[in-house]
């Protein structure tokens, strides 16, 4: 079992930074891979961001690439998401996931956490 809780979420303006953290807790959470997706109102879930469970080969969405930097401290158990360069198309609630099996956007994850809001005004 994996107990996940997001934090850092917030009301921006376009253009600004936000910094994303997962704080993992449970038996050998650190040796599960993590991902991050979001939900916006009326839209269905989305794949954001993904990371191996040693912190390699992350996945990006095409509409994040550049802008968002998943990473990860297995010795704090925490998985972040540096969410750069923000516009109001990024507003929504972004979850944190890990699963044992892999990573990426075609993953069934897991674990899930309840999720952060993330509004991102003009």
């Known amino acids: 079992q994996v107990q996940l809780v997001e934090s850092g979420g917030g009301l921006v303006q376009a253009g600004a930074s936000l910094r994303l953290s997962c704080a993992a807790s449970?038996?050998?959470?650190?040796?599960?891979?993590a991902g991050w997706f979001r939900q916006a109102p009326g839209k269905e879930r989305e794949f954001v961001a993904a990371?191996?469970?040693?912190?390699?080969?992350?996945y990006y969405a095409d509409s994040v690439k550049g802008r968002f930097t998943i990473s990860r401290d297995n010795a704090k158990h925490m998985v972040y998401l540096q969410m750069n360069s923000l516009t109001p198309e990024d507003t929504a609630v972004y979850y944190c996931?890990?699963?044992?099996?892999?990573?990426?956007?075609?993953?069934?994850?897991?674990?899930w956490g309840q999720g952060t809001q993330v509004t991102v005004s003009s």
């Open positions: 996931a890990a699963d044992r099996t892999g990573w990426g956007p075609r993953v069934k994850y897991t674990y």
């Open positions: 990371i191996s469970r040693s912190g390699e080969s992350p």
């Open positions: 449970g038996r050998s959470s650190s040796s599960y891979h």
